[in-house]
């Protein structure tokens, strides 16, 4: 699966290599520049999945380049998230009307801007093929076709891996069977429905190893959700 891909637009050399370094450690792809202007002219042949935008910048600002790539039909969809070094509640509420996604205060903590990072791509619907999915201690890296609890990876086969992947990115919705046919297995495919509870049955024993099989809920009469709260 390929890599979710960052823009870096700061001009301070020593902020820009840390992004760089923080956002490659999550497991992203980077590019960097160090104003709107290098940005503008690298987004007609390469679209980021998110740009990560430094409001200070010399020529065009941040949040001047930002108000312009939320007018342009070619670029709106990218999300942005600012990051300044002014706090104020004002700046933030003029970011977001202008169409940023997000905001981050300068200093945060890489931990800080990497959640932030993912959540928007969460929303953005980006995150199908993030590497790694996390609900609880479970842990799904979609690289290394791997599910582990605390470490240990668990046996699942291809069909419950998508299964769990699936919830994973859905938690704490209500799926009819009929549904996640439709979403796990594809449309085009015949199965009966009693084939998913086949494999949710395999899933929770599988979880019930590890004192986890309540994560996979019945809610009668309708379907199946997956959650870390019971
Ligand atoms: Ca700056």
Not at 66 to 74: E, F, G, I, N
Not at 152 to 157: I, Q
Not at 217 to 225: I, L, P
Request: hydrophobic share 40%; no cysteine.
């Amino acid at each position: 699966m390929s890599k979710l891909s960052i823009l870096v637009v700061e001009d301070e050399d020593a902020i820009r290599d840390m992004l760089v370094m923080v956002l490659e450690q999550a497991g992203f792809e980077v590019t960097e520049v160090a104003s709107a202007e290098k940005a503008q002219m690298g987004l007609s042949h390469n679209t980021p999945d998110l740009i990560l935008l430094d409001w200070m910048l010399p020529g065009i600002s941040g949040i001047e380049f930002a108000r312009r790539l939320k007018k342009d039909d070619a670029f709106r969809d990218i999300p942005i998230i600012l990051l300044t070094a002014r706090g104020e509640e004002e700046d933030k509420v003029r970011g977001l009307e202008i169409g940023a996604d997000d905001y981050v205060t300068k200093p945060f903590s890489p931990k800080e801007l990497v959640a932030r990072i993912n959540a928007v791509m969460r929303r953005s619907g980006k995150t199908s093929d993030a590497r790694q999915i996390k609900l609880g201690d479970l842990l799904l890296d979609t690289e290394q076709h791997r599910l582990t609890i605390e470490g240990k990876g668990l046996d699942v086969s291809p069909t419950e891996f998508r299964l769990v992947h699936f919830f994973m990115m859905n938690p704490d919705k209500v799926y009819s069977r009929t549904q996640l046919l439709d979403q796990v297995w594809g449309r085009s495919v015949y199965i009966e429905e009693r084939t998913v509870d086949v494999h949710i049955r395999r899933l929770r024993k599988i979880l019930s190893e590890y004192g986890r099989e309540e994560m996979v809920q019945t809610v009668r009469g309708f379907g199946y959700r997956f959650s870390v709260s019971s």
